[in-house]
């Protein structure tokens, strides 16, 4: 018999964090499930890592050469058995109700495939956030709830990978982009919430763990901004007017601003008017550009508060500003 949720944990040359992420997988409190962890390229440290794990839940899929997280991601889910896919990062853990919380929530869905994603613990050396720090408004264009900041600092509208659960016909349906490097669940947020069957429904509590440790390499912590500049172009039609001002005075202010370049600052800033930027755009605009992003950070965590989130319950085992 096919398992309820099927869990897809992309990981490559990462044994230590991938054993954590799936422990924290098969610790959930809903326990029919599969974990698909899906090894990017030959990695023969992290299958014996995970070969010692002796739970018969826990299949392997090792790839014969590295394609990245998206790609892996959707390989993952071409192999799951699911009627529920849910994605967790490898460097990612969960608290052990999600699974529970995001099903009894799906249940309420008025469309028949809904994305149920939930609040998350950012956490680094310094403190914890709990993000969102609110929810889309009744009404609220998805691009703009993402996109569109309320004060300085980002954290408003958040959606990341680990927190997302969607039906597996519908991750099949709207894969992820192979081949983008940032903002991969933003872009497979605004495309899947795009299709007629789909609605985006959020858990109030934060059920995800995510682990920024700021010594360790990230695809976060990339900065191509002119890759994502054509990639902002050349999906135009999934923001609002206001939301493209909004992410390109934001997102791609802080990937541009370490360049310190007046013609990339010209080139946003037009860019961005030929949406629709309010007031606070132009002054996150600017913050971006004139403050150092140590001092951002800095003052980012006294006024938004990091040291606010709830302590986390333990599973079983740089930001934007």
Known sequence: MSPEVSVVIPTCNRPDLATRAVTSALG??????????????PDPATEEALAAIPDARLRVLPLPER???PNARNQGARAATGRWTAFLDDDDEWLPAKLDVQLKLAATAKRPSPVVATRLISRTPRSDTVMPRRLPAPGEPLSEYFTVRKGLFY?????????IMAPTELVRRVPFTVGLRRQQELDWALRA??????????????L???????DRERISLENPWAEQLDWLRANRTLFTPRAYSAFTMSVLSSM????RSRQVFAELLR???????????????LQIWTIPPSVRHTLRDKIVGRR????AETPTTADVA
Not at 197 to 205: G, N
Not at 308 to 311: Q, S, V
Request: hydrophobic fraction near 35%; charge should be negative.
């Open 67 to 69: 394609g990245k997280a």
């Open 256 to 259: 541009a601003a370490p360049t």
């Open 308 to 311: 606010t989130a709830p302590e």
């Open 208 to 214: 995800v763990l995510w682990h920024q440790d700021e």
């Open 193 to 206: 919430t795009a299709q007629d069957d789909v609605e985006l429904l959020y858990a109030d509590e934060p």
């Open 28 to 41: 959930q409190t809903h326990a029919d499930l599969e974990v698909v962890v899906v090894i990017d390229g």
């Open 155 to 163: 954290g408003d509208g958040f959606i990341q990978t680990s927190t």
């Open 271 to 285: 860019e961005a008017r030929t949406g629709r930027p309010g007031a606070i755009d132009y002054l996150t605009f």
